[in-house]
């Protein structure tokens, strides 16, 4: 049936429509990985299952997005890593999990112990070509070497949270963010 329109409004006024939702749906991003560390990309709607306060929901829509993620890695350079063996298994774990990175993530790496400092940034990344990126980063990592300083871990995050919300800032479609930590 045809819309009637009114005489006492103009025609723009008449053809605004409103609708209203309500709805339940909650996003609730997930990364899957094995007992060893690597990432499961294949699960279905059927092997998975989310509950709240123990009680399992409905999954209605399962999906897989492969969104860039915007990481930044933390290594702890404290005098906690001068064990035996520690410093070397810490630069191991790292190169791992840059080389788990896809092309299109950004990465900022961080060393910390009573100071942070950043070893490359999110800019740096990005102007590295992207084939190159983790060969021409752990160098840049392995030349930072422990101290004999103490540990300021919460101070380390809040580095982390705000290089990320900068980033945030400069790009208008940040991703999923993570924070990756070393210690």
């Given at each position: 049936?045809?819309?009637?329109r009114?005489?006492d409004?103009?025609?723009?006024?008449?053809?605004?429509?409103?609708?209203?939702?309500?709805?339940?749906?909650?996003?609730?991003?997930v990364?899957?990985s094995?007992?060893?560390?690597?990432?499961?990309?294949?699960?279905?709607k059927?092997?998975?299952?989310?509950?709240?306060?123990?009680?399992?929901q409905?999954?209605?829509?399962?999906?897989?997005?492969?969104?860039p993620?915007?990481?930044?890695l933390?290594?702890?350079?404290?005098?906690?890593?001068?064990?035996e063996?520690?410093?070397?298994?810490?630069?191991?774990?790292?190169?791992?999990a840059?080389?788990r990175?896809?092309?299109?993530?950004?990465?900022?790496?961080l060393?910390?112990?009573?100071?942070?400092?950043?070893?490359?940034?999110?800019?740096q990344?990005?102007?590295?070509?992207?084939?190159?990126?983790v060969?021409?980063?752990?160098?840049r990592?392995?030349?930072?070497k422990?101290?004999?300083?103490?540990t300021h871990?919460?101070?380390?995050?809040?580095?982390?949270?705000d290089t990320?919300?900068?980033?945030?800032?400069?790009?208008p479609?940040?991703?999923?963010?993570r924070?990756?930590?070393?210690?």
């Amino acid at each position: 049936k045809p819309i009637e329109r009114r005489a006492d409004l103009p025609a723009s006024d008449q053809d605004i429509e409103t609708v209203k939702i309500d709805t339940n749906l909650v996003t609730v991003p997930v990364i899957a990985s094995s007992r060893t560390g690597n990432y499961i990309s294949d699960l279905k709607k059927e092997e998975f299952k989310v509950s709240e306060d123990g009680v399992v929901q409905q999954v209605a829509f399962f999906a897989t997005v492969n969104a860039p993620f915007h990481v930044v890695l933390m290594l702890d350079t404290s005098a906690s890593m001068k064990r035996e063996g520690v410093w070397a298994e810490a630069l191991a774990k790292a190169e791992a999990a840059l080389k788990r990175t896809s092309a299109a993530d950004q990465v900022a790496i961080l060393t910390f112990d009573d100071q942070v400092r950043t070893v490359v940034s999110f800019e740096q990344w990005a102007a590295m070509d992207r084939s190159d990126r983790v060969t021409l980063a752990a160098p840049r990592l392995a030349e930072s070497k422990p101290t004999w300083r103490s540990t300021h871990l919460g101070n380390a995050l809040i580095a982390a949270a705000d290089t990320i919300e900068d980033a945030g800032k400069r790009e208008p479609h940040v991703g999923p963010r993570r924070i990756v930590l070393i210690t």
